[in-house]
């Protein structure tokens, strides 16, 4: 059986979440990584300064927020940043936050 | 003597602070009716569906992330949109959440 993790529906993403989510500088480092690198990374790949934990954590809030995917690949989870989700939503907002750090 | 409130200059405005107070429905409402109608509008023109103490917190928040202006006219408070400040600093942000709601 495969675990898989709970993502909003494009319709479902609100603003409110998503400048939440990237109103913090740790989550706008995974955002830019994915953003700029390959279309999906392992959590591991991330090199954040802050402890596993509280990086799962930002992880979580990122994908509940309807900014990234998650999926479980073996025993690692891979990420992804779902711009055209965010782009459809709100038009030209990642952008304009990417460009901001 | 003139009270004045504290602003942030420019060059201070960070995005974290300006993503956190756009997170929340109340304030972009305030920014909305801000970036709409007249340049400067007293607390009392909003209405906001909170408690006055409450929409006072709000317009705190928004002044000391940089996105509002206020300022003593007599006993009131007059509030502008920190528009060209919020464009220098993060092209395209301010209009890309306006048009998310």
Same mark, same amino acid.
């Given at each position: 059986m ?5 993502h909003?529906e494009?319709?479902a ?7 939440s989510?990237l ?5 706008r ?5 994915l953003?700029?690198?390959?279309s ?15 990086s799962?954590h930002?992880?979580?809030?990122? !994908?509940?927020?309807?900014v990234?995917s998650?999926?479980? !690949? ?6 992804g940043l ?14 304009a936050?990417?460009?901001?750090d």
């Open positions: 495969v675990r898989t993790l709970q909003p494009r319709d993403i609100t603003i409110d979440a998503v400048l989510a109103a913090d500088p740790v989550r480092t995974i955002v830019t990584q953003a700029g690198g390959h999906e990374q392992a959590c591991i790949a991330f090199d954040l300064p802050v402890a596993k934990s509280t799962t930002h992880f979580r809030v990122l !994908r509940e927020a309807g990234i998650q999926q479980y !690949r073996g025993t690692a989870i891979q990420n779902r711009r055209n989700d965010l782009e459809a939503r709100f038009p030209g907002l990642l952008d936050v990417l460009a901001a």
